[in-house]
């Protein structure tokens, strides 16, 4: 196959070209034992335990952007699914569908920074599926992965295991990921280096559950941000959750942005940072381990869990008001008069 | 005189009639046209029996209705001939505990004149008590927590009075008589003073307090004072330092802060004050009255200081309303700022705990008492507009007095729950013919204010007794309100959703006992209309159950929604593109010169793109484009900041001076669109030859009162309406509610406007509570 060409629906019927992308493009990068099988499915042991299963489809667009791309958000998406259930992730599953007309460098492009991203959470992935769809019927190229993890004995992280006193930590700036996506997306750029934030996050999280600290909400704020996810755990857990902006970490291009086009920076997808609630005896100690990952360096305490209001997220703003963060309903229309 | 000679008569009289004095003034009445019976309070009101000489009879109920006490309100009067008894005297009858029910709360009264005296006279027992009060005057809504309205079930139960107290209370012919807050120095609550760390500083002597309050206020200092109906921060008016300072340390750059003065204060001076001006500022109520600036020579050197209210026409200015008001302005200076006490974006602060905490940063001291208030009250804030009172703010002194809406309501409503809108937020409680809007309640943004809005609808429900059997609500998801009235109808109660400027008209409507269709201009600054866009510049032909949109101002972006209403900037270049389009960029005008020019590529590759840029027709953004493009206003600090620069700036001096050209179109919905394009143009056109603001300004102002008019006239020409409501917050600006009703007037329509309840938000509640009152099939004539 030739870099300069591009995909045809014959690449997803399944016959020759079929059989020739998967052996000359997708298996060499997916380098793995069990894939070069070629089985319908992969087969292998697990010990006795607990399982964590995800999945996840990623639709974005653009599909290059600053930091990273939909194929290592595909696999780092699914990797840090897992990891918030506690698991250590081990196996994942890619289903590609390609609109015709894609160029075969621009998908190689994602198949290597899929493998790299697999490489770096060191998670294999064995089993998989390609299909061709006519021009227009998907936008270039759309992903499914699922994956499969271990949860280690004695781990119990669940978003209705808050509770009052827990301390609310955010592993590093929030928005990035949005904040890139739609700027590239809409082309408005300002001259500032803003990047997404996709990265895995599994590691950080076995470095946390091996310390022998108690924690009690682990979640990756994607979709929605941290606000909308904080709701949620507010909601399941039944308690109050109070937040502090000056402490929310926000990069300043990101936080210029996010003011220009009238946005929350609490809303905003993140893609590479995670949400651990502990208890405040353990805040401290969490911390410093989440601190001490590659991805984690900017983590900060961001608010507690308290017994009032429960099921609502409150924001002690930085002119020492309150502002109630909402469950994100739709569009946020004006309503300042 | 023979019992032949004698006639007796049952009167029943409703209204505010309990807890003012009412009996009382019917025992002295009796007595002076020598008059037997007796009086005693009802679920309704007051039941008299009274008997006599039939002309004495006539002159008793001539009297109650002329002489009737200050503070009572009389809405119906029913009296029917009986036979009459063997009676001797006038009594008047303890009424039975839970007979109170539907008769209407007072809301807090301004001290009277004759406990004034009293109080200024060092032979009296009440000298400088701040705390002296009668059945005509004193707290009254603040301090009840549940009705009957009896001193155990007010904040004054902790407080046993005193032998002279007592007697007086219980002295029928006593001006004190039933007086529920009736103190004195002896038994009733005390003043006391506190540095901003909580140390007492008065040496345990309320004298001291006062006087030592008054003092920190004449060196500039900032004192935190517990009023009526919670918390003012007050400092020296004149002092220009001290109120900068205030402004700093309460994070309010620009608002204009409520003044309070004593009547004879030089203040007056620099004030233009007509007849109905005064005697709303001398009214009971004693609500903050905008007053219009003097332009005064540069010679005067005393007077209010120049950043109490910069860049606007009026002052905000108050007399004082309690007794601990008057010893303040008298020991202390003679004119106060008396902004609310409240931290940004919480309601006003009514516990002395509360307020330490709140607001230790801002005040140097703390003038506290230790009478509780129950229910917050916050200043009412009025104007006279053409001869008539409008609010901008109706709460402390009016509320919850009821707002009458027979007709249009013939037989009683169910009873209904208006929820309001979002910002300067008020509910609305209706039963049978009466709609009881509450107190301000503010801006639903914060934990606080949300809690507040909750308890100020059980209390209201309590102390009315009011129990609602359907809910009405603004369209807008995402306000509070909205989401209180959801939470309400999975209670079961059914939930009716009106949209915001429907909302607005027919609070005007209701107000003006109209009924049937009528046309209604609803100049506003944000609300949620039914096909998902921001409205707020239409005409719209309604009636209480629906209305058509008839014509509305043509769409403008709004980029980053409310990052537009806090930066005019950005819809002054809303308005340029959408006339200029992408040509904004080549435009040679100080604003587009002004701007950063990626800054400005952003805003319109924001807007082209549709990235957060909801559409609006919003007349409010209209003004804070056309503010933004005169260089007057780049951002904002609060509410409507931008327009009100706008209208102080409107020069009509110059003959020249004529609304722009402009035009409009039919759309394809039918509806009237009123088109930006020409009168942008030609705008920019006087801006690029340097014509002076003030006049540019100027025929805005007539640009926008001349296209609502014609559009009212064009929809009237379609639909044979002649009746006009004016509603919406910009109504406020005296320049365009002038030109409007004078226009409308000459072109044939009857212009009804409000006067009883605000053009803005405020009177939202009442609309809702219309509608929904209308689509349970309930009123009259529909
Ligand atoms: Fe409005
Ligand atoms: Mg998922
Ligand atoms: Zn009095
Ligand atoms: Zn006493």
Redesign the interface.
């Known amino acids: 196959m030739n870099d300069n060409d591009t995909i045809l629906l014959d690449h997803g019927a399944g016959g020759k070209v079929s059989h020739a992308m998967f052996s000359e493009l997708i298996l060499p990068l997916f380098d793995n034992g069990l894939l070069a099988k070629q089985d319908d499915g992969a087969i292998f042991e697990v010990p006795a335990g607990k399982l964590a299963f995800s999945t996840d489809s990623y639709t974005v667009d653009p599909i290059f952007f600053p930091g990273g791309d939909i194929g290592e958000l595909a696999v780092n998406g699914t990797v840090n699914d897992v990891a918030m259930c506690g698991a250590t992730p081990l196996y994942i599953s890619v289903g590609l569908i390609i609109e015709e007309g894609m160029k075969i460098s621009d998908l190689k492009r994602i198949l290597q920074s899929m493998a790299g991203a697999a490489k770096k959470a060191g998670v294999r992935i064995v089993t998989g599926d390609t299909k061709v769809v006519p021009r227009g019927k998907v936008d270039k190229i759309f992903i499914n992965t699922s994956g499969i993890g271990l949860i280690p004995a004695g781990v119990n992280v669940s978003g209705d295991r808050a509770r009052p006193g827990d301390k609310v930590i955010v592993s590093g700036t929030i928005a990035d990921h949005g904040v890139t996506i739609?700027s590239e997306r809409?082309?408005?750029?300002?001259?500032s280096d803003i990047k997404s934030d996709s990265a895995p996050l599994n590691h950080m999280v076995k470095a946390v559950l091996e310390s022998g600290c108690s924690v009690h909400v682990l979640r990756d704020p994607t979709r929605g941000g941290v606000g909308t996810t904080l709701n949620e755990i507010a909601v399941q857990s039944k308690v109050g959750i109070q937040l502090f902006e000056d402490r929310l970490p926000v990069r300043g291009p990101v936080r210029g942005i996010c003011?220009?086009?009238?946005?929350d920076p609490l809303y905003l997808a993140n893609e590479g940072k995670l949400i651990a609630i502990v208890p405040g005896a353990d805040a401290k100690k969490v911390l410093d381990i989440i601190r001490r990952d590659e991805f984690g360096k900017e983590a900060v305490i961001v608010g507690e869990v308290t017994d009032q209001?429960p099921g609502?997220v409150?924001l002690e703003?930085l002119?020492?008001?309150?502002?109630?963060v909402?469950m994100l309903?739709?569009?946020?229309?004006?309503?300042?008069? | 005189m023979g019992s032949s000679g004698i006639a007796a008569k049952k009167i029943e009289i409703s209204g505010v009639v309990q807890g003012v004095g009412f009996r009382p003034f019917l025992f002295g009445l009796a007595c002076a046209h020598h008059l037997c019976g007796h009086v005693s309070n009802t679920d309704f009101g007051v039941a008299i029996f009274i008997q006599g000489a039939p002309k004495d009879l006539d002159a008793f109920i001539l009297d109650v209705l002329e002489k009737k006490p200050l503070l009572s309100q009389i809405s119906d009067m029913v009296s029917t001939d009986t036979q009459p008894l063997e009676l001797t005297d006038f009594k008047i009858v303890k009424s039975r505990d839970t007979q109170t029910r539907s008769a209407l709360i007072s809301p807090d009264v301004g001290v009277c004149p004759d406990c004034l005296k009293e109080m200024q006279d060092p032979a009296d027992r009440r000298f400088e008590y701040p705390f002296i009060n009668c059945t005509n005057c004193g707290p009254r809504y603040t301090i009840i927590r549940d009705i009957p309205y009896d001193r155990p079930k007010t904040a004054m139960k902790s407080f046993a009075m005193c032998p002279d107290c007592r007697k007086e209370y219980e002295d029928p012919l006593n001006r004190r008589f039933h007086a529920q807050p009736n103190a004195c120095p002896v038994c009733g609550p005390q003043v006391f003073l506190l540095d901003n760390k909580g140390k007492q500083v008065d040496g345990k002597n309320p004298a001291q307090a006062m006087a030592l309050a008054a003092q920190f206020l004449r060196q500039g200092k900032i004192v935190a004072v517990k009023g009526l109906g919670g918390f003012h921060l007050a400092v020296d008016a004149a002092n220009e330092t001290a109120v900068e300072r205030l402004r700093q340390r309460k994070?309010r750059p620009h608002k204009p802060f409520a003044l309070m003065a004593a009547w004879d204060s030089s203040l007056f001076h620099h004030v233009c004050m007509d007849g109905d001006e005064k005697a709303l500022l001398l009214s009971y109520q004693r609500p903050v009255v905008l007053l219009k600036k003097k332009a005064l020579s540069k010679s005067v050197s005393t007077g209010p200081a120049p950043n109490l209210a910069p860049d606007n026409r009026c002052l905000g200015i108050m007399l004082p309303y309690t007794p601990l008001h008057y010893l303040l302005l008298e020991k202390g200076p003679d004119i106060l700022v008396m902004t609310s006490g409240n931290?940004?974006?919480?309601p006003l602060s009514i516990d002395n705990a509360h307020a330490l905490d709140a607001f230790s940063h801002i005040a140097d001291y703390f003038l506290l008492h230790n009478r509780d208030i129950y229910f917050r009250a916050d200043d009412s804030i009025a104007k006279i507009q053409q001869g008539k009172v409008r609010f901008l703010r109706r709460s402390r002194g009016y509320a919850p007095l009821p707002v009458d809406i027979t007709p249009p309501v013939k037989d009683g409503f169910a009873n209904i729950l208006g929820c309001g809108?979002?910002?300067?937020s008020t509910i609305c409680l209706t039963r049978d013919r009466y709609a009881f809007l509450s107190p301000h309640i503010g801006d639903l943004?914060?934990?606080?204010v949300?809690n507040f809005y909750s308890a100020t609808i059980e209390h209201m429900q309590k102390i009315l007794d009011i129990r609602s059997m359907c809910v009405a609500h603004d369209l807008?998801?995402?306000?509070?309100s909205t989401r209180f009235a959801k939470m309400l109808s999975c209670q079961g109660l059914p939930l009716i959703g009106v949209q915001h400027h429907h909302a607005h008209a027919l609070s005007c409507m209701a107000e003006n006992h109209l009924d049937g269709k009528v046309l209604a201009l609803t100049l506003?600054?944000?609300?949620?209309g039914t096909d998902g866009h921001?409205w707020g510049g239409e005409v719209l032909a309604c009636t209480y159950e629906g209305f058509e949109r008839r014509a509305r101002l043509n769409y403008l972006p709004?980029?980053?929604?409310?990052?537009?209403?806090?930066e005019p900037w950005r819809m002054a270049a809303s308005l340029l593109y959408k006339v200029y389009g992408s040509g904004i960029m080549d435009l040679d005008i100080p604003f587009v010169r002004s701007l950063n020019t990626?800054?400005l590529a952003?805003?319109i590759?924001?807007m082209k793109?549709q990235?957060?840029s909801?559409m609006?027709s919003s007349t409010?953004r209209l003004f804070d484009a056309v503010s933004a493009l005169l260089m007057l206003c780049h951002k904002i600090s609060y509410?409507s900041q931008a327009a009100i620069a706008l209208e102080a700036a409107a020069d009509f001096e110059d003959c020249r001076t004529a609304a722009y050209p402009f035009d409009m179109k039919t759309g394809a919905d039918g509806c009237l669109i009123i088109n930006s394009g020409l009168w942008v143009r030609q705008m920019v056109t006087d801006i690029k030859r340097g014509v002076p603001r003030g006049r540019i300004a100027a025929r805005f102002h007539l640009t926008l009162a001349g296209m609502m008019v014609d559009a009212a006239v064009k929809v009237a020409q379609e639909t044979g309406l002649d009746r006009v409501v004016l509603s919406g917050?910009v109504f406020n600006n005296d320049t365009i509610f002038s030109h409007i009703t004078r226009m409308l007037k000459t072109k044939g329509f009857k212009v009804y406007t409000h006067s009883i309840v605000p053009c803005?938000?405020g009177g939202i509640a009442l609309g809702q509570a219309m509608a929904a009152g209308a689509l349970q099939g309930k009123m009259n004539g529909i």
């Open positions: 739609l809409e082309g408005l750029k300002f001259d003011e220009f086009l009238g946005f209001d609502r409150v703003t002119i020492g008001g309150t502002r109630i909402d309903t739709g569009e946020q229309l004006p309503r300042i008069c | 994070k931290r940004s974006g919480e809108a979002g910002m300067k943004e914060s934990v606080q949300h807008h998801p995402g306000y509070f506003d600054g944000t609300g949620l921001i709004m980029p980053g929604g409310d990052a537009a209403v806090m990626s800054k952003f805003l590759q924001m793109q990235v957060n909801p609006t409010g509410d917050g803005g938000d």
